[in-house]
């Protein structure tokens, strides 16, 4: 509605008031129907989330996870030809949503790494944790190239840890002189660019080798940044 100027002196009838408290009192209500519109649909998307999430917990045991198996629908590698000899080292993160104790690291390699003459490969894998995605220490890691030789889900354990909602967790890796470079499970292209900085990110810099960072910064202006989100889990 409109509201009625007035002179200064005027007396304000009952006919001016009314009309204004009406006003009021629907706008008030409206307000409140929103208000509990909007708190039943989050409270919809809470419960859409967990369930969400859940199947992977439930068929798989993955407490945490990237992104779930099944958006994992592409392929990415991580390294270059043997001629090169360096690798992409490659980083991934997100923001833990809730409070969580975990022990083990998977990964899957949708493709085997080999290499067929005397320059063998080497690949390195390290699982951090920390208070955001650009202050992250390794909390667990591995090497050794028969970790990358054969297709599967790849897991690697390190000591029990309790990670809190709103903590980050990490992953960072890198293979080297590998003729056949190890390739790994991902989301397509451009699906989670809009989450960089605040959930999942993913990054990479080439040609690198080990050792891996220590801590590890996913927002240093050294990386570039992925345009696939690698699956990992942690369980």
Do not use: C
Not at 67 to 83: F, G, L, M, Q
Not at 86 to 94: H, I, K, M, Q
Not at 127 to 154: C, E, H, K
Not at 207 to 230: E, G, R
Request: proline letters at 3%; zero cysteines; hydrophobic letters at 35%.
């Amino acid at each position: 509605m409109t509201l009625p100027t007035r002179s200064d002196g005027y007396t304000i009838t009952e006919n001016d008031w009314n009309p204004l408290v009406e006003a009021t009192n629907t706008n008030t209500d409206d307000i409140s129907a929103n208000a509990s519109d909007i708190s039943a649909h989050s409270s919809r998307l809470d419960t859409l989330e967990a369930a969400y999430t859940s199947y992977d917990h439930a068929l798989y045991g993955d407490k945490l996870s990237s992104v779930s198996r099944r958006e994992a629908t592409s392929t990415e590698t991580t390294t270059a030809s043997d001629d090169a000899g360096e690798g992409y080292l490659t980083a991934f993160g997100l923001i833990v949503p809730h409070t969580v104790t975990v022990s083990e690291l998977r990964m899957y390699l949708t493709g085997a790494a080999a290499s067929t003459d005397a320059d063998s490969g080497t690949f390195d894998i390290g699982v951090y944790r920390g208070p955001s995605l650009s202050d992250m220490a390794q909390v667990g890691s591995d090497f050794g190239a028969s970790l990358v030789t054969s297709t599967g889900m790849l897991m690697i354990t390190f000591s029990e840890i309790t990670i809190q909602a709103g903590e980050a967790v990490g992953v960072e890796m890198v293979a080297t002189n590998f003729e056949t470079s190890p390739i790994w499970a991902t989301t397509p292209a451009a699906t989670h660019t809009g989450l960089v900085n605040a959930q999942n990110h993913s990054v990479y810099q080439s040609a690198q080798s080990y050792p891996l960072d220590d801590p590890l910064n996913l927002n240093d202006s050294k990386w570039t940044t992925a345009a696939k989100m690698f699956w990992f889990a942690l369980a």
